[in-house]
């Protein structure tokens, strides 16, 4: 695609309940990255893949949260069980690659926006 | 642990001015250092910089690394309103994530 797509663009949940975030890179980017930003805050990584692997899972805050990607492209995070401290713009982000030898510049999606009531 | 350390963390002028804003890093591995502009959402891409001392501009934006020192700078001419943005340093280990910094909030008033 001609961009970084992201679905939905904003979702309001009710605290308890499982929300499942989409990312769409763009064509042919191999590394994929989610990142999350709370109001007024830096970007907080949460997780990276390498094709369909992902080799750093550190950035996780919680057993709750559980990212997959398939076929080297779309993204899904999923967040169980949401809380109200899960509220943040969710980002994900996508490079041509990672692990080479030359470092690509990261393109980001539009963001979805998470509330948690 | 990686870091990547940003300052000012804001900064208010008046059109015309013109700024320079400040990254540090401490990253093992340094490939390179990127720059992004955020306005709403998503940060958009300023600048990638890999070598010392290589000045790269774009407009009234240019950006210079010093892989000596471990820092970047990014400076902004004759500022307009349009520039006002958090403006986000981040550093590439090998083969890892990006590392990114907390950000400078510009505010550039008319």
């Known amino acids: 695609g001609a961009g970084v797509s992201q679905s939905p663009s904003n979702k309001v949940t009710e605290k308890g309940k499982d929300v499942e975030l989409r990312c769409d890179p763009i064509s042919g980017h191999t590394a994929l990255y989610w990142y999350r930003q709370s109001l007024g805050q830096g970007l907080e990584f949460l997780i990276y893949?390498?094709?369909?692997?992902?080799?750093?899972k550190s950035g996780l805050p919680s057993d709750r949260f559980s990212a997959e990607r398939t076929g080297g492209s779309v993204s899904t995070l999923t967040i169980q069980r949401t809380q109200q401290e899960d509220s943040a713009v969710y980002l994900c982000a996508s490079s041509l690659d990672l692990a080479g030898a030359y470092s690509y510049e990261q393109y980001f999606g539009p963001g979805t926006r998470l509330t948690v009531t | 642990e990686d870091k990547v350390v940003q300052s000012p963390l804001s900064l208010v002028v008046h059109e015309g001015d013109t700024v320079t804003l400040n990254c540090s890093y401490e990253v093992t591995n340094f490939r390179s250092l990127l720059w992004y502009k955020q306005e709403k959402k998503a940060p958009t891409f300023l600048f990638m910089l890999t070598s010392s001392g290589i000045e790269k501009k774009s407009g009234r934006l240019s950006s210079i690394l010093d892989k000596k020192e471990l820092f970047s700078i990014l400076n902004i001419t004759a500022t307009q309103t349009g520039d006002s943005a958090v403006y986000l340093c981040?550093?590439?280990?090998?083969?890892?994530?990006?590392?990114f910094g907390p950000g400078t909030r510009l505010s550039v008033l008319p």
């Open positions: 981040a550093a590439s280990p090998y083969g890892q994530n990006f590392v």
């Open positions: 893949f390498q094709g369909n692997s992902a080799p750093d």
